[in-house]
């Protein structure tokens, strides 16, 4: 028998283990037996660098203990373990007049990107590259330990003798960190395209963008941070454990990060924590679902 709609979102804790607690066994039948509820667990959203585990695990607790019924109190346990590899992707760099010959010698370089201005070009730390090297004669190149959801900006710093620099390139994780989603040269987010005799517009180009998360920070009144995490459909639950205390002032603060490497501050609130008979508090959350764009004249219309 399965159950739907125990979980929508769980997280793992900083030992990347979750706890999952009072699930029900499963459901009596008239005989007196027990019929083993059955759960399904997915992994939404792979750690930091690792691609997700593509998996659906299908799990449920024995109906009885050691051949006994469970008493009053008792409690069923299951561990599962899901394994994550790191991102992975390769690059190489080939003869546009000739797709097999390799072009070594080239320093190329690889940057995340992390918003955009107010232009629309791409802002990224030159000071710090995920990755530089020089191609070689004949094997691609393998970056590991990449952000699912990230974009990142492909550059040629150096061209080899006889060829020109490349344009960069902008490319976009998938979310579940498998493959690249997307890919182009595209450096700003409108494109405007002329008309051939340059009287007028043929088309306007827009990169899009859709949310991968949803950040929380949490902040004592003087501004240190107290926990940080990321949102889910649910609520977060805080402990004294974490460091919160009863009838103090905290601050929070929402940023959403999106594909293309952006980041915005969606919501700040002042809050006094006040924890509940089992020591605990609990903070609202909300995620994102959609990103709606608009296109208008200089003129507004």
Known sequence: MERAGVFEK?????????HVSDLPVGEQSEDGKIIPYRYRLKE???PTGYGSDMQIHTFWFDPNHEGESWGSGQKAGIELEIVND????SISKQDFGSPKEWVPGARMAVYQVTGRDIQGQCIYDRERPEDTWVTGPKESHVLEGLTAGGTYLLIEEAAPEGYEKMKPYVFTLSQDGRCICAINSQMGVVTVHSL????GIRSVEIQG????????ELQDKEGNLVSAWVAGRDSRVLTEA???????VYHLTETTVYSDGSREITGRATRRCHLSEQGTWVISERTLDKVRMSLTHVGGE
């Not at 790191?86 to 992707?89: F, L, N, S």
């Open 44 to 46: 939404v959203t792979p």
């Open 86 to 89: 790191k991102t992975r992707i």
């Open 196 to 199: 051939a005799d340059g009287d």
């Open 10 to 18: 769980m997280r793992s804790d900083h030992d990347g283990i979750v």
């Open 242 to 248: 974490e460091g919160i205390r009863d009838n103090e």
């Open 209 to 216: 963008r859709y949310g991968i998360k949803v950040e929380m």
